[in-house]
């Protein structure tokens, strides 16, 4: 079970600390609450935080130096801050304290705006979270695996940064791109073990399954272990892929840590791995991997998604015009997969957290909730925001990497 989140809620007034206790355990949270107090920020700097709320109503004299030593004393600018103002304090302190994961809210601040934040931040910390789960995916799971992995996936990126993950862990595979091709490449070779998207065009995955395992049973074949790689609905499809003969499944964006121990569960292993030779640390996370070794790959698999992002959009817009909602569920459904997917790869060339991207992933979810309910007029203000927040996407990656002298061309 992964550990909560932890977030500091810090302010000057006394009666808005248990409805602010209130409000972060609703998110799954656990909040460290205080009120203000001269020296605080030594004290709480050298807490384990994942995030801080610091709400006033006034602005005590040494709240901007304090919130400036917090930073570059103990987070290095990487744990978000929120902080509830008046607006005419916003300015100062996007002067002092810089922008980067700096979050400025109105004050007074209304329950559900500062719940919305919450959650957003919440997605953000998971993406992270997530990410850094990777550093042992980087340790070879062995030497001579006598069979190859087959990746059944249609989204280039995702394709891609699995194969990336598979090459750390010294793992070999080959993709088919639809269900036909994989049942055809299954034919023709000895697969030891194959991931299966969901959602794939033609006959989904589920579909798939039922045909190679009907496929197998007539020609005598030892099954051959299938896992279904899904969303975050993965407990809504689990009935469903046991029961197209799937063996076992993983959600998406795929975490390090859980491939490998699938991997290590289902994967017929060679030889063990050499002891001569040094894995990865523990705490060296995959992000320093991919930066020293394959950072042209990633930058090309930026390039992929930047270019394959217009399209989506398209199929996106085409299913809300003609008011298909399965189309529109669908559709918004592979481009959070995408999304997901890529923030790990842009976290890692783009050196810094995207809120762009982020909110792209929770317009995407928002998209696929009012699909399922029909909702076309709201799916159409979501739709609108999604196609704001790629533009701010692609231009961000632009301008930040400029001085690299990378070619983006979406």
């Known amino acids: 079970m992964n550990e909560k989140f932890k977030i500091l809620l810090l302010t000057d007034n006394l009666l808005q600390v248990e409805e602010l206790d209130k409000q972060v355990a609703s998110l799954g949270l656990e909040g460290v609450s205080s009120l203000y107090q001269a020296g605080l920020f030594q004290q709480v700097g050298k807490l384990k935080l994942d995030l801080a709320l610091f709400d006033f109503q006034t602005l005590p004299p040494d709240l901007i130096d304090g919130l400036r030593y917090l930073k570059e004393e103990y987070y290095n600018q990487e744990i978000p801050l929120l902080i509830t103002l008046p607006a005419v304090h916003h300015q100062a302190l996007l002067e002092a304290l810089g922008p980067d994961n700096l979050d400025l809210l109105p004050s007074p601040l209304p329950t559900d705006y500062l719940l919305a934040r919450l959650r957003f931040w919440l997605k953000f910390l998971s993406q992270k979270r997530a990410l850094m789960e990777q550093a042992a995916s980087c340790a070879p799971l062995c030497t001579g695996a006598p069979k190859q992995v087959l990746l059944v996936e249609d989204d280039e990126v995702n394709q891609q940064l699995t194969l990336l993950l598979f090459n750390q862990m010294g793992i070999t595979a080959e993709v088919a791109e639809e269900g036909a091709q994989a049942l055809h490449m299954l034919q023709d070779k000895d697969y030891g073990l194959i991931l299966m998207d969901l959602e794939l065009p033609g006959p989904d995955g589920l579909e798939t399954c039922r045909r190679i395992r009907q496929w197998e049973q007539s020609q005598g074949r030892d099954p051959v272990p299938i896992v279904a790689l899904t969303g975050n609905e993965a407990e809504r499809h689990r009935e469903a892929c046991l029961a197209a003969g799937m063996d076992d499944y993983l959600t998406k964006p795929l975490h390090g840590s859980d491939l490998q121990s699938l991997l290590r569960q289902w994967l017929p292993r060679g030889k063990p791995p050499d002891p001569s030779q040094e894995p990865p640390s523990m705490g060296e996370s995959l992000l320093d991997h991919l930066n020293q070794e394959l950072r042209p790959s990633l930058w090309q698999l930026v390039q992929t998604f930047l270019q394959k992002l217009p399209n989506n959009l398209k199929h996106i817009q085409r299913a809300l ?52 309910m029909d909702d076309f007029q709201k799916a159409k203000e979501q739709v609108a925001n999604l196609e704001e927040q790629a533009q701010a996407l692609v231009q961000h990656i632009k301008r930040v990497h400029a001085d690299q002298g990378q070619r983006i061309s979406p």
């Not at 997917?341 to 991207?357: D, G, H, K, R």
């Not at 982020?358 to 317009?363: G, K, P, R």
């Open 321 to 372: 015009n003609q008011k298909d909602a399965e189309g529109l569920k669908q559709t918004a459904n592979h481009l959070r997969g995408s999304c997901s997917s890529f923030w790990a790869v842009a976290m890692t060339v783009v050196e810094q957290e995207i809120e762009p991207l982020l909110s792209m992933i929770m317009d995407l979810e928002e998209i696929e909730r009012l699909a399922r």
